[in-house]
């Protein structure tokens, strides 16, 4: 195990130039957008701001995703993956600024939406951006991508955690605070664009074969299996992680420096279970390995609820989070497995829609919960949602999963 992530760290010098600029954009907005998951819901509620509205602010994001989904894979699709993600990066970062800027409800609104329409690409361009600029192993830049991306998620919700309480000391103003931190932190993720520009240009895709039939009429019949599954699972996981940092407040009665330090922790078996993922996938089975994580996250998104003691919170959320990282990233894979070639890009954006759909619902819903002190029940929707991601999962493709890999690879 050991050796094999030695011989992984090693082989880092065998990529690309293209392949290391895009990691430097990723690690640094994921620094940006781990500082903005652990402060924003506090600096919403710091203005005054009831937690229903709260809700719905959060819930437009998703939704946004979810119908911009599909335009921006054709977008994509048609101008190439670089200009893609410039563009992508550049308007989530102003967004993100139009949300923290001002005290005004329809700037943050706005921010919010805008976000969303955006936020989507990045998911739908990264499998198609590493299959183009990746010329060396696939596997490995997809896991590379995965830590990188947590590493930085890990490092900003542990400098969102201690920085309020140092800034704090000078500003004795808690939303003053928030803000400036936030616009700094926007600043950032603009900032992270940068590389991007250095990136060789890429052949966008041959336009005049492009067109909206598998997204809409020809869809295939797996990509409608998985949309559904995934709809499930962005339930489940929203109705934790959007709210989590009210639930250490609130409900563990912790404080934000042990919230985003505990937090933070969440890198390490992250990383653990996506070098062991791989491993047990080739020696099993990529969709049993996936079953059993999802079935995890959903025990454990129950256990975080079940305690009121922010160290075993803590400890149940971390478990919940990195066994569904784990899930979704074998996920991908197990659904590019099965896509046919042509649907691939569709696939992707119909997995972001509705699974967009279904983090939409959870944020409005969880506002109102927040708002009525029903923490527990965030951890009961979301285990019984993931709960019925596991079941989807096991009758839509357990009973047939080498038939349905024979005919993706007959049909590719």
Excluded at 14 to 34: A, H, Q, S
Excluded at 73 to 93: D, P, W
Excluded at 107 to 130: E, K, N, S
Excluded at 298 to 323: D, H
């Amino acid at each position: 195990m050991l050796q094999t992530i030695n011989e992984y760290f090693i082989s880092i010098r065998e990529f690309n130039r293209n392949f290391k600029l895009y990691l430097i954009t990723i690690f640094l907005i994921n620094v940006g957008f781990g500082v903005f998951q652990t402060e924003f819901n506090l600096y919403i509620l710091s203005m005054g701001i009831k937690p229903e509205f709260l809700g719905v602010i959060l819930s437009l994001t998703p939704f946004a995703q979810a119908l911009a989904s599909i335009p921006i894979g054709f977008l994509a699709e048609k101008i190439g993956n670089k200009h893609a993600l410039i563009m992508i990066n550049v308007v989530i970062g102003f967004a993100y600024l139009l949300r923290v800027v001002s005290s005004n409800q329809i700037l943050i609104l706005a921010g919010a939406f805008l976000t969303g329409v955006m936020a989507c690409g990045y998911y739908i361009v990264q499998m198609p951006f590493i299959s183009s600029y990746v010329s060396e192993d696939k596997n490995k830049a997809f896991t590379f991508t995965s830590i990188v991306f947590y590493s930085g998620l890990s490092i900003g919700t542990l400098i969102g955690g201690f920085l309020p309480k140092l800034i704090g000391h000078y500003l004795a103003d808690e939303m003053l605070t928030y803000r400036l931190i936030l616009i700094l932190f926007s600043i950032i993720i603009i900032a992270a664009s940068s590389p991007l520009f250095l990136l060789e240009k890429d052949k966008p895709h041959d336009t005049r074969k492009i067109s909206l039939s598998p997204y809409l009429n020809n869809i295939d019949k797996n990509t409608i299996r998985f949309a559904i599954i995934e709809f499930f699972i962005g339930l489940g996981l929203t109705f934790l992680m959007l709210f989590i940092n009210i639930i250490f407040i609130r409900y563990y009665l912790s404080n934000l420096e042990f919230f985003g330090a505990s937090t933070s922790l969440l890198i390490f078996p992250t990383i653990l279970l996506l070098f062991i993922g791989p491993i047990l996938a080739k020696k099993s089975s990529t969709l049993k390995v996936m079953m059993v994580t999802r079935l995890l996250s959903a025990l454990f998104a129950l256990v975080t609820v079940l305690t009121i003691n922010p160290w075993l919170g803590a400890s149940a959320y971390i478990i919940f989070r990195s066994s569904l990282i784990l899930a979704q990233s074998l996920g991908v894979a197990f659904a590019v497995s099965v896509a046919t070639r042509r649907s691939r890009v569709a696939t992707s954006a119909w997995l972001e829609a509705t699974f967009d759909i279904g983090a939409g619902l959870a944020a409005l819903l969880g506002g109102v919960l927040i708002a009525a002190n029903g923490f527990f029940a965030l951890g009961l929707i979301s285990s019984v949602s993931l709960g019925i991601s596991f079941y989807l999962t096991w009758l839509f493709f357990g009973k047939n999963e080498s038939k349905i890999l024979t005919n993706a690879e007959i049909s590719s």
